[in-house]
């Protein structure tokens, strides 16, 4: 069926909700009740040819007595769906009273099967029966989606002589109807939309970010596509059409399996119904969502793995209740997000205030580690996911999980006001667990922040878009790995670094310079003795002859009583500072993959302490043990460009142009003009 067609019909059905509900329902609601019945309409259709085979099926099935219909029913109906009511939407069209068509249609929307009843239930379809009803308007809105001028059925509508009057609607033509409305009602609620709708260009570009580089090692079979915050699972059917597209192109024969999870009960049954408009009913039931199926706290498909993963996760959601959920910061034993790594446990759990990086954890849970592919990941995060979080903490910790793991391939920087409900910069994600040998121990930041097309109508906070040139430019430019303007190439351990506490002695007045003192004395000595720079060091600790000296380890040699000893000193908390060393500090940690060891990390450290601290305060030292190892990604560092100052000559210029213009004016103002 041609675009212009499948416009007509969209525009069709979008008029419906100005002609039935504009005084019944504000604009904004308005998709409450035309989403679920253009579901109903289009399902209603599909089954009319086997309606009577169905409940002839479910006739037989009651009398044997069999509970377990739903195989049986669904293959009578020839469908991945059913519906055992004794109406169909025709059948409601002549009703005497309004009572009676609000009983008929509650008994129609029953009969259908649990996934479709998940859908309606979900929509909460139900509750609009009692207000449609009322305002008599139920029975315009089923003629209105039965008008004769359109036709939401595979199958064609012929005249009397046997031509086509109206050609039928295939799956892809539905599912692109369904989906131009779900657009439309999400662009008329700009703001809320941006929450479970990513835009079209930038789902695009995630999924030939993931598959073009594979795109020739692709070999005939089945593939799995999850994604963890599916919304209305846009990215999956996007990612899935890209696929089969690329395996067509290479003459692979590919099966596609959609997986998804989402929270939100609307958009939930928005997916699943659009995966059932497509004919794709074995997908809707891999689809799992509703307000108790949080991804975080409630993974529908654990030790599950998946071949292509994408997602657009919450940015800036609190997750407070799910942490309670499981148990607690303290109590959460989910391996998803305690790991180990490198002969430690390490926690990626990250603030309750902000989830999104949890998302992509989740994700790389479910990597395949047994295949010739592994898996491949694209997730769209704002900049907070590239440095929030301290040296140590859940974000850094999530980010060093994954680059001494090899897993990042790239970050694409979007360009500004690329969603419907932020302007704030975001950035895709590019992970796998096979990268090709010349990507090994690296990763690429692409600035495409310039990349982009206006838009001529801003959509809520969107002005802009990805044309099929920008998303040609970029994903070119991951493909070909080079250094440009806008490509950059970093060794792993371009991005680590070790934060490193450094200590000054606590030096107080009238002290004995050669004793120790007790913690008690100290915290007296703290309250009562005055601080200075020439005053004597106070000694906490005094070691036994022997110990060697160590001044960079707080280890220092004294003469106490005539003899050479060894002392730790209190440290002045007031002093206290803290350097974040660069791994590169570390030569060895330039070379593609090379990852610091306790050696690397001792000669790196004090390297830059005698460099940087020890010229400035001789007497600083740092503890080993509170050496904790950092990671953050920098885009401004790599790509920012600093605006030219102007030259001395066109700022004189200026001066002497304001000069010229207030010339006259103040004797003017102060009586009588001197012109």
């Known amino acids: 069926m041609e675009n212009g067609q499948l416009t007509w019909i969209t525009n069709f059905i979008w008029g419906i909700a100005d002609d039935v509900l504009r005084d019944l329902y504000v604009r904004g609601k308005y998709r409450d009740v035309i989403l679920p019945m253009t579901v109903i309409r289009r399902l209603d259709a599909v089954l009319e040819p086997t309606k009577q085979a169905v409940l002839d099926m479910k006739a037989s099935l009651d009398k044997a007595g069999i509970v377990h219909q739903d195989a049986a029913l669904r293959q009578a109906a020839g469908q991945a769906f059913y519906n055992t009511s004794p109406f169909t939407l025709r059948d409601l069209k002549a009703r005497a009273s309004r009572q009676q068509l609000e009983a008929d249609f509650r008994a129609y929307l029953d009969g259908f099967s649990p996934n479709v009843q998940e859908i309606i239930d979900n929509f909460e379809f139900r509750n609009q029966i009692p207000r449609l009803a009322k305002a008599d308007a139920l029975g315009t809105l089923i003629e209105k989606f039965l008008d004769p001028s359109i036709n939401l059925s595979p199958y064609p509508v012929l005249n009397s002589d046997g031509t086509v009057r109206l050609p039928g609607l295939d799956n892809h033509a539905m599912g692109t109807i369904f989906e131009e409305l ?40 089945t593939y799995l596509l999850y994604d963890g915050a599916c919304g209305t699972g846009g990215m999956l059917t996007v990612a899935e059409e890209t696929l089969l597209q690329l395996a067509k192109e290479r003459g692979k024969q590919v099966s596609v399996h959609l997986f998804g999870q989402e929270i939100n009960a609307e958009t939930y049954a928005i997916c699943k119904a659009d995966l059932l408009l497509k004919g794709e009913g074995d997908a809707a039931d891999n689809i799992v969502g509703g307000p108790e199926h949080s991804t975080l706290s409630n993974d529908a498909f654990p030790g599950r793995t998946f071949d292509f993963m994408l997602s657009n996760p919450p940015y800036g959601k609190s997750w407070k209740s799910d942490l309670e959920r499981m148990g607690g910061k303290a109590g959460i034993k989910d391996p998803r997000f305690v790991v180990q790594h490198r002969g430690e446990e390490l926690s990626l759990i990250t603030r309750t205030s902000d989830g999104q990086m949890l998302f992509l954890v989740n994700m790389l849970s479910k990597m395949k580690h047994d295949t ?175 110990t060697a000296p160590d001044p960079l380890r707080g280890l220092f040699e004294v ?114 003009s001197t012109r």
Not at 188 to 209: C, F, I, Q, S, Y
Not at 640 to 659: F, H, N, S
């Open 559 to 672: 003469v106490i009583g005539g003899k050479p000893r060894v002392v730790e000193y209190e440290p002045d908390t007031e002093l206290r500072d803290s350097e974040q060393i660069p791994f590169l500090e570390c030569q060895a940690c330039h070379q593609p993959g090379y990852l610091p060891s306790p050696e690397d990390q001792r000669t790196a450290i004090e390297t830059f302490l005698r460099r940087e601290v020890l010229p400035y305060a001789p007497d600083a030292w740092y503890d080993p043990a509170s050496v904790k190892v950092g990671y953050e990604i920098s885009f401004n560092r790599y790509f920012y460009k600093p605006k030219a100052l102007r030259t001395l000559e066109e700022i004189r210029a200026d001066l002497l142009a304001v000069e010229k213009e207030a010339e006259g004016l103040l004797a003017e103002i102060l009586g009588g």
């Open 372 to 546: 010739p592919l592994g898996s491949r990941i694209a997730e769209v995060h704002n900049g907070s996911s590239l440095f929030t979080g301290d040296a140590g903490q859940g974000e850094s910790n999530i980010r060093r999980w994954i680059i001494e793991n090899d897993w990042l391939e790239a970050i694409v920087a979007l360009p500004l006001n690329m969603f419907y409900n932020t302007g704030i910069a975001t950035y895709i994600w590019v992970l796998t667990n096979r990268k090709p040998e010349h990507r090994k121990g690296r990763v690429q930041l692409i600035d495409a922040t310039q990349w982009y097309k206006p838009l001529r109508k801003n959509l809520g906070k969107k002005n802009c878009e990805l044309s099929e040139e920008d998303i040609r430019r970029i994903v070119d430019t991951f493909l070909k790995f080079e250094e440009t303007e806008q490509s950059k190439i970093f060794s792993n351990a371009a991005f680590g670094y070790w934060k490193v506490t450094v200590e000054r002695p606590l030096r107080l007045k009238g002290i004995d310079p050669e004793r120790a003192y007790t913690p008690k004395e100290i915290k007296a000595l703290r309250e009562t003795a005055e601080r200075a720079e020439d005053a004597p060091p106070v000694i906490k600790k005094i070691h036994k002859p022997g």
């Open 182 to 221: 779900v657009r439309r009602f999400n662009e008329e609620n700009n703001e809320e939309a941006g929450e479970h709708w990513t835009p079209r260009d930038a789902v695009k570009l995630m999924a030939r970010l993931i598959f073009e580089p594979i795109a020739d090692q692709i070999e005939s079979g």
